[in-house]
């Protein structure tokens, strides 16, 4: 899972904090224009509103990680702006600040400005996904030597993958894995039976996984390319990946012309 973009950089961290500041004195104005609220409940809503936004807005990063169909994300930026306008009425009206007349004439607003927020915010996190896709020394590394596989003593060419659960201990034939998905320093494996966490690197299976069945696409993903339905341009230089399962991956620039190669395309 790629480290969240806002605690990578105290420059990040202090632009965050003074958009919040000016998200709430913006609130505070159109709350005290539209709604004809007295100056104490509109500061009392833009602090909530801007506090329950920037938690969702934070965990978005997450989901934009891993949620990579279009439609998918509308949806999801419509059912937000609808669960957080019904958080801040319900909380509102519970501590008395403002009741449901009062409260109902701002929805508009509330909805087209926390629609906009939230677009801007996934344009960004989409820029800083990309930024580090293509400009990290480091990561493009991993993404090169694919190309040219090292050559070790200690390499082995795996049939076969141990997981342990607690008391038992799962033996996982290669070919019922869907795709790898990198977690911190763990690995997520997507089969047939389900998921399962592997207290190992990416790296390593990179290197081990046989070829071309497996291929790296992107620093978080090493894909089945058995279980490869299509690959499709998703943006300028973006690439999905669809898996017969419905699963849809995404494939960075480098990984796509990777997996072009394994494939002989």
């Known amino acids: 899972m790629q480290e969240h973009p806002i605690t990578t950089s105290i420059l990040h961290k202090g632009l965050g904090s003074l958009l919040l500041l000016l998200a709430i004195a913006i609130q505070c104005a159109l709350l005290t224009i539209y709604g004809d609220l007295p100056p104490s409940v509109t500061l009392a809503d833009s602090l ?27 949806a999801l930026a419509i059912l937000v702006q609808i669960a957080y306008i019904a958080g801040c009425s319900i909380i509102l009206q519970i501590f ?47 993404i090169e030597e694919e190309r040219v596989p090292a050559v070790s ?61 497996f291929v790296r696409i992107h620093r978080s993903y090493i894909v089945n390319t058995e279980q490869i339905l299509r690959v499709e341009l998703f943006g300028k230089e973006t690439y999905q990946v669809r898996l017969k399962d419905g699963t849809y991956l995404r494939a960075s620039s480098a990984g796509y012309k990777l997996l072009k190669e394994r494939l002989s395309l």
């Open 48 to 74: 909530l509103s801007v506090a329950l936004f920037a938690i969702a807005g934070y965990y978005l990063w997450y989901v934009q990680c891993t949620l990579h169909i279009i439609q998918a994300r509308a």
């Open 96 to 142: 008395k600040l403002e009741d449901w007349e009062e409260f109902s004439v701002t929805i508009p607003f509330r909805f087209l400005f926390g629609l906009m927020a939230w677009i801007i915010l996934s344009q960004w996190y989409a820029s800083q996904e990309k930024k580090e896709d293509t400009s990290s020394p480091g990561r493009q590394t991993e």
């Open 153 to 213: 003593q200690d390499a082995e060419t795996l049939d076969r993958i141990s997981v342990k659960d607690g008391a038992r201990i799962h033996i996982i034939p290669i070919k019922e894995i869907f795709y790898l998905q990198a977690c911190g320093d763990y690995v997520t494996l997507f089969t047939t039976t389900g998921q399962h966490v592997k207290e190992q690197t990416m790296k390593y299976f990179e290197r081990n996984l046989p070829s071309p069945e």
